[in-house]
């Protein structure tokens, strides 16, 4: 009977003890998890201020001149999106992206230099004429996005 008795008291000794290894363990990895999910959103944070930096330095670069309307714009609307995927759409926006989209489908770099003289001077007067067009607008917005609370909730 005693026998019994100390094998039993040994089992429960031996379950508690695994029981109480593998507590300890999974309150390590919750602690691992959750540091995880912090290290996670403070980088997600940091590269959201970065987006953001960026948007004010284009829009900036716009305002001063040191940017055309037309790069501005395919560079903004990007960046916009990847701040927040509903930001290029707000309707402060509008023209920004409008004119994003208009110029999107053009030729650059290596594509615009492969046009013949003429079609290259075809695509300026069509781009020149779209930034006369929206050029006051755009700017506007781009002043805007300079003042821009970056913040997510602002969005919804």
């Not at 006051?136 to 909730?153: H, Q, T, V, Y």
Request: glycine letters at 2%.
């Amino acid at each position: 009977m005693n026998f019994y008795l100390l094998a039993g008291a040994a089992i429960l000794i031996i379950l508690s003890l695994t029981a109480a290894y593998y507590l300890i363990k999974l309150h390590k990895a919750q602690k691992v998890q959750a540091q995880a999910i912090v290290d996670g959103q403070q980088a997600w944070l940091a590269k959201q201020q970065e987006i953001a930096q960026d948007i004010r330095f284009i829009a900036n670069a716009m305002l001063q001149g040191q940017c055309e309307i037309t790069e501005g714009s395919l560079r903004l609307i990007p960046l916009m999106n990847r701040f927040h995927q509903d930001l290029p759409f707000k309707a402060d926006f509008a023209r920004l992206l409008q004119h994003q989209q208009a110029c999107s489908e053009m030729p650059i770099n290596k594509a615009y230099k492969a046009l013949s003289r003429k079609e290259q001077f075809k695509l300026d007067k069509q781009r020149f004429n779209l930034e006369a067009k929206n050029k006051d607008a755009i700017l506007k917005e781009a002043k805007l996005l300079l003042n821009f609370r970056f913040d997510d909730s602002l969005i919804h």
